[in-house]
C-alpha cells in the first residue's frame, strides 16, 4: 500500500532555509489523481495546513505562509519537497506530509493518507 | 482568514455518546472533513464528505451537517476514542484548507 515518509533536518538555525522531502513508496506520484500537501503542527497546539502541489507541478499555498513557502514535485524520485526560508522560532513544529483526495479547487479534498511526522526545531 | 471553530474539550464517561461540532461560514458549500490524533501519531481520517465513514472506522463513528455547524458523533465512547480531534475543510473558493483548533475528547 501506499506510504509516505518525511526527511530532513531536525535543527535549523534562524533565519535560514527549512527543507525536507516526503518520499512516497508503493504508489506513483506520476500517476496522477491525487494532490500532495504539507501540514504542520505547532507543540502541543493544532493542525496548520501549508499547501499541495500535483505532479504537474501547479501549487497552492496558505496565503499566510505563501511569501516563504516553496513546495516541489520530483517524479523521477517519487518525493515532493518543501522548502520554507527565514525561519524563526515560529516555524518550530512537526511537519507533516500528506496525500490530498479530491479536486482541487472544489467543493471537496481531504488528506487519506499521512506520512508519520518529522519534528524541525529552529534554534541557533 | 477563514476559520473554523471546535470547543477545546469534551468530557464522557465510557457508553456515553460524544458529540463534537465544529463551525464555519462556508461549510453549507464546503464538505467538512474529521481525524483523529493520538499523542505521539499523525492524524487518521475517521469521517469524510461530511458523514462518510472510511473502511477500518468503528461504526460508532458517525458525521452530520446542519448550516453551518458540522457534528462529530462517537456513540457508545471506548476508552481508546480518547483522542484530539479535528475537523477540516476549504475555503469557499475550495482552494485554501483549514483546520480547526482541535477538541480534546476525555473519557472519565
Known amino acids: 500500500q501506499v506510504q509516505l515518509q518525511e526527511s530532513g533536518p531536525g535543527l535549523v538555525k534562524p533565519s535560514q532555509t527549512l527543507s525536507l522531502t516526503c518520499t512516497v513508496s508503493?504508489?506513483?506520484?506520476?500517476?496522477?489523481?491525487?494532490?500532495w500537501s504539507w501540514i504542520r503542527q505547532h507543540p502541543g497546539k493544532g493542525l496548520e495546513w501549508i499547501g499541495y502541489i500535483y505532479y504537474s507541478g501547479s501549487t497552492y499555498y496558505n496565503p499566510s505562509l505563501k511569501s516563504r513557502v516553496t513546495i516541489s514535485v520530483d517524479t523521477s524520485k517519487n518525493q515532493f519537497s518543501l522548502k520554507l526560508s527565514s525561519v524563526t522560532a515560529a516555524d518550530t513544529a512537526v511537519y507533516y506530509c500528506?496525500?490530498?483526495?479530491?479536486?482541487?479547487?472544489?467543493?471537496?479534498?481531504?488528506?487519506?493518507?499521512w506520512g508519520r511526522g518529522t519534528l524541525v526545531t529552529v534554534s541557533s | 482568514s477563514y476559520e473554523l471553530t471546535q470547543p477545546p474539550s469534551v468530557s464522557v464517561s465510557p457508553g456515553q455518546t460524544a458529540r463534537i461540532t465544529c463551525s464555519g461560514d462556508?461549510?453549507?458549500?464546503?464538505?467538512a472533513y474529521w481525524y483523529q490524533q493520538k499523542p505521539g501519531q499523525a492524524p487518521v481520517l475517521v469521517i469524510y464528505?461530511?458523514?462518510e465513514r472510511p473502511s477500518g472506522i468503528p461504526e460508532r463513528f458517525s458525521g452530520s451537517s446542519s448550516g453551518t455547524t458540522v457534528t462529530l458523533t462517537i456513540s457508545g465512547v471506548q476508552a481508546e476514542d480518547e483522542a484530539d480531534y479535528y475537523c477540516?475543510?476549504?475555503?469557499?473558493?475550495?482552494?485554501?484548507?483549514?483546520f480547526g483548533g482541535g477538541t480534546k475528547l476525555t473519557v472519565l
Open positions: 462556508a461549510l453549507p458549500k464546503q464538505y
Open positions: 464528505k461530511d458523514s
Open positions: 500528506a496525500r490530498v483526495v479530491g479536486k482541487v479547487p472544489a467543493y471537496y479534498w481531504y488528506f487519506d493518507l
Open positions: 477540516q475543510s476549504a475555503d469557499s473558493s475550495g482552494t485554501y484548507g483549514v
Open positions: 508503493g504508489g506513483s506520484i506520476s500517476s496522477g489523481g491525487y494532490y
